[in-house]
Nanobody
Framework: VQLQASGGGLVQAGGSLRLSCAASGRTFSNYGMGWFRQAPGKEREFVAAISWSGSSTYYSDSVKGRFTISRDNAKNTVYLLMNSLKPEDTAVYYC????????????????WGQGTQVTVSS
């Protein structure tokens, strides 16, 4: 499956952005999906995950209550709505797909998209 992330940009602290990740090549609804991010000089970290049907979601503690992951299987797209953004949310954001059915907290990702830059100014 090929993944294309978009929607990044520059936003002031407290603002919002919605990232999108469009999938192609395979049946999208067969994949659990996740978002990760990597800030300069730091390791990539998990942000959020969603199950195949969209019925289950899972978030890192750092974004819980501020970010919302969702998916539209008819559009082969997963979204990440980011509210109340903080400068520490600045990173390149990546989407990923997991083919093996597991709990959303334990997904293992097989496919990765290119990143989209999110910059939050203070």
């Amino acid at each position: 499956v090929q993944l294309q992330a978009s929607g990044g940009g520059l936003v002031q602290a407290g603002g919002s952005l919605r990232l999108s990740c469009a999938a192609s090549g395979r049946t999208f609804s067969n994949y659990g999906m996740g978002w990760f991010r990597q800030a300069p000089g730091k390791e990539r970290e998990f942000v959020a995950a969603i199950s195949w049907s969209g019925s289950s979601t899972y978030y890192s503690d750092s974004v819980k209550g501020r970010f919302t992951i969702s998916r539209d299987n008819a559009k082969n797209t997963v979204y990440l709505l980011m509210n109340s953004l903080k400068p520490e949310d600045t990173a390149v954001y990546y989407c990923a797909a997991a083919s093996e059915r597991r709990s959303v907290a334990a997904l293992k990702y097989d496919y990765w998209g290119q990143g989209t830059q999110v910059t939050v100014s203070s």
